[in-house]
């Protein structure tokens, strides 16, 4: 599907009394370079919110969503359906507030899944991109409020997450929320007094979002879905990957997301300079080795490590940090589990790499790993123990 691109559109809303009924309706356009990844339509009247949209990444899908908020802007209750097409069947959800307890239950054809939660649940983080978030914030300033917290859980069996949407000095509306997986996501996004959306951003992912004024989706849902049915679509946006060395008879696994360049200005844009890099994506990048090993002089043990790296502007050298902590998200890096740091030799790529790449390779009588992403290309040397 070609990118929906034009600026950036306000749709002009009716201001009106708190508690009026006063129709907000847009189109979210959801961007990952020149790539479009989704759709979003929202229509808010009153207590009601209907959504549709049409998601692309790991197989494109329909959502149609329906929700109801309480007087005092809440969550109240929820349904939904997702369609895959012909790929999957269809899913069923919903959300219901009764004695004081939310219900969750989700369905995949035969299989049903239910959790009951007491505790306040006002926002879902699913099945919806930002549609609820923008709803509640337009509800708060409808009635004069600053601020909504909440806690929501990812699905049946999944921990609690503490969340705010909340109004900024400046007037910007936020919505903050923590992920114990993921770490802190922010979305951030204006409307001013007539209800107007008028900017949205979101950290740490860099998607391009633009409001747009109400249109029909329906049709182009279509579309979307019987084209990427026959080309099977966008697929999972950062695949995982693997890259396999040997040094003598040791071997050594590198496993990582593979992100895709998509148009985009990679190092000093998506990837700031001086700063911690995941070197990957979604899941932190694994390095295992089954024999003690040297990189870049550095002795490692037998044993598993995550990778992440500091770029700085060429052409000095970059830090390759070995972690000692396994298992978390690329986003979750803490310092006080480093292993090592160790110099990567820097060099320029005579032509951009579109995906994020690790690769084993042989200099001589030496193995090199070696990282290429976008225009830059990195390199540290492995060696057998002395």
Same mark, same amino acid.
């Given at each position: 599907m070609p990118c929906l691109g034009g600026a950036l559109l306000g749709v002009a809303l009716a201001s009106g009394l708190a508690g009026q009924a006063v129709p907000w309706r847009g189109v979210l356009v959801i961007r990952l370079g020149t790539d479009t990844v989704g759709l979003e339509r929202l229509s808010l *009247?009153?207590?009601s919110l209907d959504v549709t949209s049409v998601w692309r990444a790991g197989g494109t899908s329909l959502l149609r969503y329906r929700a109801m908020f309480g007087a005092d802007d809440r969550l109240a209750s929820a349904t $939904? /359906?997702?369609d895959y097409g012909a790929s999957r069947p269809m899913d069923r959800g919903s959300l219901a507030l009764r004695d004081? *307890?939310?219900r969750l239950e989700v369905a995949t054809g035969d299989s049903v899944r239910v959790a009951v939660r007491p505790d306040s649940v006002p926002?879902? #983080? !699913?099945?919806t991109f930002a549609a609820e978030y923008l709803a509640v914030a337009r509800r708060l300033q409808l009635h004069g409020r600053d601020s909504l917290r909440f806690v929501w859980f990812l699905g049946v069996g999944q921990p609690l /997450? #503490?969340?705010?949407? @909340? @109004?900024l000095p400046d007037g910007t509306w936020e919505g903050v929320w923590m992920v114990s997986v993921f770490g802190e996501s922010r979305r951030r996004w204006r409307i001013d007094a007539e209800?107007?959306?008028t900017s949205i951003s979101t950290e740490p992912t860099h998607w391009d979002l633009e409001w747009r004024p109400d249109s029909d989706i329906d049709s182009l849902a279509g579309v979307i879905l019987a084209q990427d049915g026959r080309s099977g679509g966008l697929g999972s946006l950062s695949p995982r990957d693997t890259a396999i060395g040997r040094v003598g008879t040791a071997r050594l696994v590198v496993d990582y997301g593979a992100p895709s360049r998509r148009g985009r200005a990679i190092f000093g844009g998506v990837v700031p300079w001086n700063r911690v890099w995941r070197a990957g994506a979604n899941q932190a990048t694994h390095l295992s080795l089954d024999a003690d090993l040297l990189l870049g002089g550095t002795l490692l043990r037998r044993g598993t490590y995550t990778l992440f790296v500091v770029p700085v502007p060429p #052409?000095? *050298? !970059?830090?390759?940090?070995?972690?000692?902590?396994?298992?978390? $998200?690329? /986003?979750?890096y803490?310092?006080?589990?480093?292993? *090592? @740091?160790i110099p990567l030799a820097l060099r320029r790529a005579t032509e951009p790499v579109e995906r994020l790449t690790y690769a084993f390779e042989r200099q001589g009588g030496d193995l090199v790993l070696r990282i290429a992403r976008d225009t830059l290309s990195t390199s540290v040397v492995v060696g057998r123990p002395h």
């Open positions: *009247a009153g207590d $939904w /359906t997702i004081g *307890a939310y926002i879902l #983080p !699913w099945p /997450t #503490p969340g705010v949407v @909340r @109004r209800g107007m959306m #052409p000095d *050298a !970059w830090t390759l940090i070995v972690n000692g902590q396994t298992g978390q $998200w690329g /986003t979750m803490d310092s006080t589990s480093d292993v *090592a @740091r």
